[in-house]
């Protein structure tokens, strides 16, 4: 910027250097002020992205902990699966077992059968208290588990059948023996 100071007998004219003094003072102050706004409101931003920076490490805090979580109940739930279906094929093997000497051991494979039936039951009862578990923890198992529960019921209904097919046998036997010992 180029100023034009009148020229005066000992120099320069005193009013137009002072003016310009001032003009100048006036315009650095609006300056001044002006960058002060400016960095209160770049301070302002820092502090908010500070802030949400802080909010956003606490919530990937909180998911890292829900993701720990999560996987805890996963392979919790793994193994109530794995137990789950150890238990059907020892149920399932015994009725199978039980069918097979029923004729010789029809007292002891009714037995058998309640007992089976009762461990049945408790895993039917386990599969729902685990349903209930895992519908918390995640859908994803849903299919599973019910396909599980399926295949108990139909275990059931299948020994239910066998043991009304063996009262039967039982029956045709008793009369088949009273008929060759009359």
Known sequence: ?????????????CDDVMQYIERSQKSF??????????????????????ENYRKLNDEKE????KLADFSEKYEEIERLSENIGKLYLV???NAQAIMAN???????????????ISAINDAHESLDSLRK??????????????????SLNETKETIAANIASDEEHKNQFNEVFRTLTK
């Open 1 to 13: 910027m180029a100023v034009g100071f009148k020229k005066s007998l000992f120099g320069f004219n």
């Open 62 to 65: 909180l998911i890292a902990k």
């Open 102 to 116: 029923s004729e010789k051991n029809a007292n002891l494979a009714n037995s058998e059968v309640e007992k089976n």
């Open 133 to 150: 578990s895992v519908i918390q923890t995640s859908n994803e198992f849903l299919g599973e588990i019910d396909g599980l529960i399926s």
């Open 91 to 93: 149920a399932q093997a």
């Open 29 to 50: 102050a609006e300056k001044e002020k002006d960058l002060a706004n400016q960095v209160e409101e770049l301070s302002k931003s820092l502090d908010l992205s500070n």
